[in-house]
């Protein structure tokens, strides 16, 4: 565990691209629930050009919220087991409690299920400007869960 003290929190731009980065994992994650729940409702289509999903209702909500559930657990897991993501590992960066040490499950499920909150309404502006107005650049899910994204 590295002291509170020595740690340097991430800057704007290099969360920015690990959150790039870590974009192309839920594109892959939303084909997953998409085809996933197209699948399960009988809705894929196959044709000489390729295979295609046309949710509508319901089965378009259950991929939606699969595909949150996907996302959020995405970064949950890895952050919590490992400090980072996919695009954090690339940029250099983790995420660690205020104190330094690693993130519990908890406060790993905590900042990522306030991901949504940090998103809305245009793509992690509300995010963004928390971040910038932070000493510590943090968004409103790394306040409430007790974390800080740090460089390595």
Known sequence: ????????????????????????????????????????????????????????GTPALVALVLWLGLSVGYHTVLEWRYGKTIGKQLVNVRV????GSSLTLGSSLVRNVLRLADFLPLFYAFGVVLIVLSGRNQRLGDRIGNTTVVRT
Request: glycine residues 8%.
């Open 1 to 56: 565990m590295r002291n509170a003290e020595s740690l340097s929190p991430a800057g704007i731009g290099s969360r920015g691209v690990a959150m790039a980065i870590d974009a192309f994992v839920w594109f892959t994650l939303f084909f997953v629930a998409t085809f996933l729940v197209a699948t399960f409702t009988g809705e894929v289509v196959s044709s000489s050009t390729g295979v295609d999903a046309d949710l509508t």
């Open 96 to 99: 660690a409690r205020d104190d």
